[in-house]
């Protein structure tokens, strides 16, 4: 069973940045495709950013373009977050999702077949 753990959440004023990372377990992280979503309280999960095992052409939600960066180091099984520029508004829970098949990435969450359990972002004004 794979395992997916979030971490890097925290509180911070408008501007600020923050790296989130994803360590994931098992020896075929290199093989997966990557996808980070957020939940903001009373509102549904949404995609945020993702990437294919390639590593190449990421896919953003227009919201956080310019100011989110997807990257993976495959040699940690990890996965990164890099948020610059914070609002109010990107105040959610972070949920990192892994898809088995790596060619393509989504905003589906039916194409996840991992989840971890999230790592809470608060964003003051």
């Known amino acids: 069973q794979v395992q997916v753990e979030e971490s890097g959440g925290g509180l911070l004023q408008t501007g600020g940045s923050l790296r989130l990372s994803c360590l994931v377990s098992?020896?075929?992280?290199?093989?997966?495709?990557m996808g980070w979503f957020r939940q903001a309280p009373g509102k549904e999960r949404e995609g945020v950013i993702c990437l294919t095992r390639s590593g190449l052409n990421p896919y953003y939600a227009n919201s956080v373009k310019g100011r989110f960066t997807i990257s993976r180091d495959n040699a940690k099984n990890t996965l990164y977050l890099q948020m610059d520029s914070l609002k109010p508004e990107d105040t959610a829970m972070y949920y990192c999702?892994?898809?088995?098949?790596?060619?393509?990435?989504?905003?589906?969450?039916?194409?996840?077949?991992?989840w971890g359990q999230g790592t809470q972002v608060t964003v003051s004004s």
């Open positions: 098992g020896p075929s992280f290199g093989d997966y495709a």
């Open positions: 999702a892994v898809a088995r098949q790596g060619d393509f990435c989504t905003f589906r969450e039916r194409d996840y077949d991992y």
